[in-house]
């Protein structure tokens, strides 16, 4: 393995948690309990949570892999696909979590660094990390082979 990194979305985890407060309190304060629809936004809230809470990074011989929290929403991509690889800086206003941006697909737990790389017959896509010069120097190394 050349590179592996999680970065803890503590932005993202403190929104959904937040979220959960609130839904919380606005469901007792309006009806004096929860009710079913409470505790499915409570429920769809905490996993949320849960699935944003990190995005794990890893770049071995063969290829680049991304995941969010424990494995979900996982994406691979074969060295030899990546022609391009450069930090960049996403805006505030492409938030976190999955998004499909006029650069591309998005992949971001927190903070508006990001690696953008160009993959063969996929276009542009972005990953947000907190390291974006130790990930472009090991997708550069490994695919320089």
């Known amino acids: 393995m050349r590179y592996r990194h999680t970065q803890i979305g503590y932005v993202t985890g403190g929104v959904m948690l937040a979220a959960l407060v609130l839904i ?38 063969r290829e680049l892999m ?6 979900f ?9 990546i022609v391009g690889v450069e930090v960049v800086r996403n805006s505030a206003l492409h938030g976190w979590g999955i998004r499909y941006t006029h650069h591309g697909w998005l992949y971001n737990v927190s903070g508006l660094q990001a690696v953008e790389m160009t993959v063969r017959g996929n ?3 972005r990953i947000g990390t907190d390291e974006p ?8 190394e490994a695919t320089a082979r």
Not at 133 to 140: S, Y
């Open 24 to 61: 919380y309190y606005a469901f007792m304060v309006e009806d004096g309990a929860l009710g079913v629809f409470g505790y499915t936004m409570l429920g769809a809230f905490g996993l949320l949570a849960v699935l944003f809470s990190s995005l794990t990074v890893t770049v071995t011989d």
């Open 73 to 81: 929403w996982t994406r691979r991509f074969a060295l030899d696909d």
């Open 123 to 125: 276009g542009q896509i």
């Open 66 to 71: 991304f995941y969010f929290g424990p494995g």
């Open 133 to 140: 010069d130790a990930l472009k120097q090991a997708l550069e």
